[in-house]
């Protein structure tokens, strides 16, 4: 049986007859009986400037060092299943409130930047970003979309971040420390699993990066910093460890790492192509820490730059072979010729075809509007 549901007036009418203690009341058994998501939105109503508690404006800002003791408790907590309840070090009733204290502890690592000696700042708020690029593929919390409860935009704290070292350091040690993060906390869709209002704050941090790199010297630089750190990478994961040799679990990294990166990469090749630092593309296009497809795209497209056109229709259909529906490998080979292998010639007469008849019924919608009575 389907119960009806009140209507607005029926609803207000029967909370005018409460006063506020019962008002209080119903509002706490919904909060700690309701699901998940239920209780982040009252959370959000109750806390709608992201401060949580003990967060006035008299506060005094924690130290740097304090915060990073801080945050690095809280981080090993959250790795090791606390706040989901395997582990007993956090009370039951402390894991409900995780985005709090998350928030809490992200807002005191950015105030501390500001101190003389930012440095344990700057580690925290590195070790929360970390976090946060964990939780959206790991279960540390409760939580349908961690990084949208917490409201923490990642590439808004990335920016404070670096533009804070480039200040404070000089563009050198800002290269060395943004180049290994950029590797591993970009990701091309984001860090929420939705489409709330914190996935609309986001943008990539190639576009972070690229409103602080000034001048072809500085791209050349920090390419340098990136590619070292991509070698570092590399190095790390052949080294002989549990569960290694995964010849396949490793493609996949490769492949998953190169698809993040590839609007820096995209970058890249139109800053360093035609430069006095282009050999650096040459390391680019063939390092062991990256693969799949989207690395053969960009050497087809260094390719085509170079007018290699026979070399960038071959590297276009090995694209379409891994990736048939690609529209972007399909338009990029369709611009220098190139034959589409039969799965990808498949797929794009299927899309012109319903891009055609998307097309006409538009127009027959806007036919029907124009002829209407006069």
Request: overall charge negative.
């Amino acid at each position: 049986m389907v119960t009806k549901r009140m209507s607005r007036e029926e609803f207000f009418a029967k909370l005018s007859l409460l006063d506020s203690e019962r008002l209080r009341q119903v509002l706490w058994n919904l909060y700690w009986r309701g699901s998940a998501p239920l209780q982040e939105r009252i959370e959000g109503e109750l806390d709608p400037a992201g401060q949580g508690h003990g967060q006035g404006a008299a506060a005094e800002p924690a130290g740097p060092g304090l915060v990073l003791d801080e945050v690095r408790e809280f981080v090993e907590l959250a790795r090791a299943g606390a706040y989901i309840g395997s582990d007993r070090r956090v009370p039951p009733n402390e894991r409900t409130r995780w985005r709090v204290t998350f928030r809490r502890l992200a807002a005191d690592a950015e105030s501390a930047l500001r101190a003389e000696d930012s440095g344990p700042a700057q580690e925290a708020l590195a070790l929360i970003i970390d976090l946060a690029c964990e939780m959206r593929d790991h279960q540390y919390v409760r939580s349908e979309d961690p990084v949208e409860a917490a409201r923490f935009v990642v590439s808004d704290a990335a920016a404070m971040l670096w533009e804070t070292a480039a200040d404070q350091h000089g563009f050198q040690a800002f290269a060395g420390l943004a180049a290994p993060q950029l590797i591993r906390w970009e990701s091309r869709y984001g860090w929420t699993r939705g489409w709330g209002q914190v996935h609309a704050k986001e943008t990539s941090l190639a576009s972070v990066l690229a409103r602080m790199l000034h001048g072809p010297g500085a791209w050349a630089v920090f390419a340098e910093r990136y590619l070292d750190a991509l070698t570092e990478m590399a190095r790390a994961e052949a080294k002989p460890g549990p569960g290694r040799p995964w010849d396949h679990h490793d493609s996949n990294v490769r492949r998953q790492r190169a698809s993040d990166l590839a609007e820096w990469h995209e970058l890249l090749l139109g800053r360093l192509a035609g430069s006095q630092a282009e050999d650096l593309l040459d390391r680019l296009v063939h390092h062991p820490a990256l693969g799949g497809p989207e690395l053969t795209f960009l050497r087809a497209r260094l390719a085509r730059q170079r007018g290699n056109l026979d070399g960038a229709r071959k590297l276009a259909q090995d694209c379409l072979q891994d990736l048939p529906g690609h529209g972007g490998f399909a338009g990029f080979a369709a611009e220098i010729g190139a034959d589409l292998p039969p799965r990808a010639r498949e797929l794009a007469d299927q899309r012109s075809q319903s891009e055609a008849a998307g097309a006409a019924g538009a127009a027959r919608s806007a036919g029907s509007a124009g002829s209407g009575p006069e």
